[in-house]
């Protein structure tokens, strides 16, 4: 079974940065989509970043020139470098393996989360 630990998370300041990072144990790469989603507090769980099955990327409008994601396909890991944090970034930081095949999307798996929190 797919396991995701998310770790990086944390304090920080408006205007600073921080970098997530997933590490995926367990997993066939090429069979899953993977990403990154958020839950702010009284809030639906968003799409943050997400590579697409082609290995392009998707982000949401509001962290596109602010946030990166990016990979290490040796490592199973993922990161998300996330700079210019504002206070509305505050949220748990979840990360997402989604399988490429929409027939298994009973396969989906979600990390434990981290909360990134942006406050002065």
């Known amino acids: 079974q797919v396991q995701l630990v998310e770790s990086g998370g944390g304090l920080g300041q408006p205007g600073g940065s921080l970098r997530l990072s997933c590490v995926a144990s367990?997993?066939?790469?090429?069979?899953?989509?993977m990403g990154w989603y958020r839950q702010a507090p009284g809030k639906q769980r968003e799409l943050v970043a997400a590579?697409?099955?082609?290995?392009?990327?998707n982000y949401a409008d509001s962290v596109k020139g602010r946030f990166t994601i990016s990979r290490d396909n040796a490592k199973n890991t993922i990161y998300l470098q996330m700079d210019s944090l504002k206070p509305e970034d505050t949220a748990v930081y979840y990360c997402?393996?989604?399988?490429?095949?929409?027939?298994?999307?009973?396969?989906?798996?979600w990390g434990q989360g981290t909360l990134v929190t942006v406050s002065s």
């Open positions: 367990r997993i066939v790469a090429s069979l899953y989509k």
């Open positions: 590579f697409t099955s082609g290995g392009s990327t």
């Open positions: 997402n393996a989604d399988p490429v095949v929409p027939g298994l999307k009973y396969l989906e798996v």
